[in-house]
Every structure is written in structure tokens, then in C-alpha cells.
């Protein structure tokens, strides 16, 4: 009678645990196979011409470029999902999400990070700040290129018009105050 170690319990231990899995992996849609070594299954992907789906990670500061990936990935069968943090100017959309009932890898990702332009940081700059009204006219000036004014029916007007209205503010309480600030000059009415 031969003798036995446990090498040889341990290969037909591999053995008859590959063969009880077999009609497990056949199912799947991915090629898959068993490896004996700790009895694991294991894609075949990596050895095939192409994916067997496709997966992709885009990341951008271009909003062009964001919308033309989304525009390319997203389908009517398979709804996209984007989330927002508008704190820190940046979007996540994930393609293959899925639903609750179905649901998928969430592994065809595209993300977008804003980068500050300079009329966004003065913006923030003064956002909070207690300004006098010549500080605001001339921020208002300042940058001009970048805003639009509206009156009080909502229709646009120039920012030269906004800016002299915030340097003749009137502000009406229980007495009526006049203020305007000019360069060299200043005027107060009570």
C-alpha cells in the first residue's frame, strides 16, 4: 500500500472542489474559469482581444469636453446619473449605474473640476464684506465686462447706470438720508 501526504489530499481536495463549481461559471456572461490553487474564479478577460465591457474614467476642467463624453455614453436604456458639489465646482456622472432593481458596475465614470476664473474669485472676494457704496460702484466698474445690471422691473441696464445708482443709494426710514460719494466729493442730507 502506498503511502499518503498531504500534498496529494490537497490536489484531490482542488480536484473535486473545480469539478463541483463547473456548472456554476457556465452561466456567466463573462468567460470565467476555476483556478485549483485556493479553488477562486477568475476572469479571462485580461487575455481576450477586446473587454468583455467597456469601462472608462474621464476627468476634465472643460466643460466641452465633459458634455461631448456624457452626450457619447449616456442612452435612453441606461439613464446617467450626475452629482453635484457645488461647494467645490465639481460633477461625477456615472453611465452604468443602473437601478435599484438592476443594478450596475458604476465603473464608466466622467468628472469635471471648474477652475476659478478671475471675475468668479473677486466675486468671492467681496461676497460677506461690508463695503462702502464707492468701494461697490467701483467693483461694480471694475468689472463691468462680466455683469449684468437689472432696474427694478427686471430689464437689463448698464453697469455705468448700476454704478451711479449705488452711489446715490436712498435709504428711508422714520427721516430720509441722502448719500453720494464721488471721487473727490461727498454729499449728506438729512
Keep these: 500500500?502506498?503511502?499518503?501526504?498531504?500534498?496529494t489530499f490537497q490536489q484531490v481536495?482542488?480536484?473535486?472542489?473545480?469539478?463541483?463549481?463547473?456548472n456554476d461559471i457556465q452561466g456567466l456572461a463573462c468567460p470565467t474559469a476555476l483556478l485549483p490553487a485556493g479553488t477562486g474564479v477568475e476572469s479571462l478577460e485580461r487575455f481576450a482581444l477586446e473587454r468583455f465591457r467597456f469601462r472608462g474614467a474621464m476627468t476634465t476642467t472643460s466643460i466641452e469636453d465633459f458634455v461631448r463624453y456624457s452626450k457619447g455614453y449616456a442612452s435612453a436604456t441606461e439613464k446617467a446619473r450626475c452629482f453635484i458639489d457645488a461647494d467645490h465646482m465639481t460633477a461625477r456622472?456615472?453611465?452604468?449605474?443602473?437601478?435599484?432593481?438592476?443594478?450596475?458596475?458604476?465603473?464608466?465614470?466622467?468628472?469635471?473640476?471648474?477652475?476659478?476664473?478671475?471675475?468668479?474669485?473677486?466675486?468671492?472676494?467681496?461676497?460677506?464684506?461690508?463695503?462702502?457704496?464707492?468701494q461697490i460702484a467701483e467693483w461694480l466698474e471694475d468689472w463691468s465686462d462680466y455683469l449684468l445690471a437689472f432696474d427694478s422691473d427686471g430689464n437689463t441696464m448698464q453697469i455705468s447706470q448700476a454704478a451711479q445708482a449705488v452711489r446715490r443709494i436712498t435709504i428711508q426710514q422714520a427721516t430720509q438720508q441722502d448719500h453720494e460719494d464721488g471721487d473727490f466729493s461727498g454729499k449728506k442730507s438729512l
Design 93 to 134: 456622472s456615472v453611465f452604468n449605474i443602473g437601478t435599484l432593481d438592476n443594478p450596475g458596475h458604476a465603473d464608466n465614470v466622467a468628472s469635471i473640476t471648474l477652475k476659478q476664473t478671475a471675475p468668479f474669485r473677486a466675486l468671492l472676494q467681496i461676497n460677506g464684506e461690508r463695503l462702502k457704496q464707492k
Design 1 to 7: 500500500m502506498s503511502q499518503l501526504d498531504s500534498g
Design 13 to 22: 481536495k482542488d480536484l473535486v472542489l473545480s469539478g463541483y463549481h463547473l
